[in-house]
């Protein structure tokens, strides 16, 4: 089994649509959590950090159940930059260090 | 500031040839790392430094050497390279939890 797991999409979905993905994590020992943004062909950018109580950062909001072991993140109003792929990470430690676990991605299209 | 540079940016070699990787900050982060992307597959980490003079294997290790030349750099080695290994690698730094990283190196082994 996958430490992160996320369904790969693509989710194609329309300009101003509200659209959630959700993330599965293994390992109950996770401390943090965290969502990025990749654009195609390039580097994966942090988007948002997501905190136990959940958090919200514009027309995103990310959340959290530890009991459950999944992350979600929340997009309205979608604008067609946010079509790209949506990494969800987890820390996790090993051998004393806090390592940064990254899932597959899933892929966002939004269209006119 | 450039942040994390990589180079090249694109390179195709036969089995069995041999290349490293660059890698440069001028973030002044103390930890660096190497990561590969796969389709389908989430960051796998091949090696990483979490500071000057020191280094440790990752997830992916195998068929790879990594040289911490100094605080801003960071290479990766393929002393012998195979099909396995075409792939999308990254170098990154990170502050904290979050991971900067480099635009990557297309590397295509045929």
């Known amino acids: 089994r996958k430490e992160v797991e996320q369904d790969p999409g693509p989710f194609n979905v329309p300009e101003g649509a509200t659209v959630a993905f959700n993330c599965t994590y293994s390992?109950?020992?996770?401390?943090?959590f965290f969502w990025y943004r990749q654009d195609c062909r390039k580097e994966p950018k942090l988007l948002m950090s997501v905190y136990s109580s959940g958090n919200e950062d514009g027309r995103f909001t990310a959340q959290l159940n530890r009991a459950s072991q999944y992350i979600s993140l929340l997009i309205r109003d979608s604008k067609l930059s946010d079509s790209a792929t949506y990494l969800c990470?987890?820390?996790?430690?090993?051998?004393?260090?806090?390592?940064?676990?990254f899932g597959a991605g899933t892929r966002l299209a939004v269209h006119p | 500031n450039a942040g994390v540079t990589q180079t090249p940016k694109f390179q195709v070699l036969k089995t069995g040839q041999s290349m490293t990787l660059q890698c440069a900050q001028d973030?002044?982060?103390?930890?660096m790392y190497w990561y590969r992307q796969d389709p389908g597959m989430g960051l796998r980490l091949i090696y990483y430094?979490?500071?000057?003079?020191?280094?440790d294997k990752g997830e992916v290790p195998n068929g790879y050497n990594v040289s911490r030349l100094n605080k801003r750099e960071f290479s990766l080695r393929l002393e012998s390279a195979a099909p396995s290994q075409t792939s999308v690698y990254f170098c990154?730094?990170?502050?904290?939890?979050?991971?900067?990283f480099g635009p990557g190196t297309r590397l295509t082994v045929t």
């Open positions: 990470v987890v820390t996790q430690v090993s051998g004393g260090y806090n390592k940064l676990i």
């Open positions: 990154a730094t990170r502050r904290d939890y979050e991971q900067y």
């Open positions: 430094s979490a500071s000057e003079g020191t280094t």
């Open positions: 390992n109950s020992a996770s401390q943090s």
């Open positions: 973030m002044n982060h103390n930890s």
